[in-house]
Nanobody
Framework: QVQFVESGGALVHPGGSLKLSCAVSGFFLDDHAIGWFRQAPGKEREGVSCVSSGVRDTLYADSVKGRFTISGDSAKSTVYLQIDDLKAEDTAVYYC????????????????????WGQGTQVTVSS
């Protein structure tokens, strides 16, 4: 059974940092690109970062460039999202998912290409 489990979300002050984890089981990470998405209340789910299979390539949404860093550890079957200089607009539920159509991130963040969504982890940025 394939499972994607996100963790690491928390309530943090503006300017703080968090490292989110996406633990994967029943699935071979090296065959697919993995994406991180977020959904704020009342807003559509949006892609924030993608890492290709083998961590050869990464992609970031313009809104998070310079503050978010995606990485992966195939041995641990885990993908991470380091978030620095958190802002109030980063408040959202963060999800990870596998791109079932690509091993690279060239397709961007097309939701229909992603599957095996986790339950999400809440990030709240507030003073």
């Amino acid at each position: 059974q394939v499972q994607f489990v996100e963790s690491g979300g928390a309530l943090v002050h503006p300017g703080g940092s968090l490292k989110l984890s996406c633990a994967v089981s029943g699935f071979f990470l090296d065959d697919h690109a993995i994406g991180w998405f977020r959904q704020a209340p009342g807003k559509e789910r949006e892609g924030v970062s993608c890492v290709s299979s083998g961590v050869r390539d990464t992609l970031y949404a313009d809104s998070v460039k310079g503050r978010f860093t995606i990485s992966g550890d195939s041995a641990k079957s885990t993908v991470y999202l380091q978030i620095d200089d958190l802002k109030a607009e980063d408040t959202a539920v963060y999800y990870c998912a596998a791109n079932m159509m690509r091993s690279n991130c060239r397709g961007g963040f097309l939701l229909h290409e992603y599957d095996y969504w986790g339950q999400g982890t809440q990030v709240t940025v507030s003073s």
